[in-house]
């Protein structure tokens, strides 16, 4: 093999590596939880169960956060016309930031039946990270206003997080490693932002080192030609 095929393969398998180890740092972790709703509604308490399912997704410098019902919860005892129906429900906030984040959506486009399970419509707020790191998204109040009645569904069975999402905070934010730092002030010092930067600058070291041993081959290997075309 010539030394410039060489040196093209040895810059090509660290191109690869590098790739690989960015790849390999997740950046959000979603699933589906089934939460069990109590319902305080006008006619008395009612109970339900729906998967929920919350996804994040960048949006400048925070993200839009969306949550999912798959399934109906309450019902009404009298149908419910288009548009008469209002949605809005909680997010708790864990891990490196907590707090709550409201979520709203539109009203419902078709009338809903007496007697039925309410489908509600996806809910989407907008979360600007306070802190750099993991954090949580977790099912919380559901409430529903129709025809001059308010409805309120609190989930009775602590479900676990529907969205882990690895955020970076504006500017850099503190703590990557679940602790607090309520001052929001890094102390001067490079932000940290997670594991996927460590993996890109190793995976950015691993191909320094390549690409310097490639050229150094190369170098020797030109200046073992200029000495012997020299004698």
Not at 90 to 104: A, N
Not at 193 to 201: F, H, K, L, V
Request: charged letters at 15%.
């Amino acid at each position: 093999m010539s030394n410039r095929k060489r040196t093209a393969a040895l810059a090509t398998a660290a191109a690869l590596a590098g790739s690989a180890v960015w790849m390999a740092a997740p950046v959000a972790v979603a699933e589906v939880v089934n939460v069990n709703y109590t319902c305080d509604t006008p006619i008395g308490v009612k109970s339900a169960v729906s998967p929920i399912d919350i996804k994040g997704v960048k949006s400048g410098s925070g993200y839009k956060i969306t949550m999912s019902w798959q399934k109906g919860v309450s019902s009404s005892p009298i149908e419910l016309g288009a548009g008469s129906m209002k949605p809005s429900a909680t997010i708790k906030l864990g891990g490196v930031d907590g707090g709550t984040l409201y979520v709203t959506g539109s009203a419902n486009q078709a009338a809903i039946p007496e007697n039925t399970p309410i489908k509600i419509s996806d809910l989407s707020g907008t979360y600007t990270p306070k802190k750099t790191g993991k954090v949580t998204f977790t099912a919380g109040v559901l409430t529903i206003k129709a025809m001059g009645t308010t409805t309120t569904c609190t989930p009775g069975n602590s479900p676990g997080p529907s969205l882990t999402l690895d955020v970076t905070a504006p500017g850099g934010g503190a703590t990557s490693d679940g602790g607090s730092d309520d001052s929001g002030d890094s102390g001067g010092q490079l932000p940290q932002t997670g594991p996927e930067d460590s993996a890109i600058a190793l995976g950015t070291l691993g191909g320094t080192v390549l690409l310097a041993g490639a050229a150094g081959a190369l170098w020797l290997t030109r200046r073992g030609r200029t000495a012997h075309a020299r004698r």
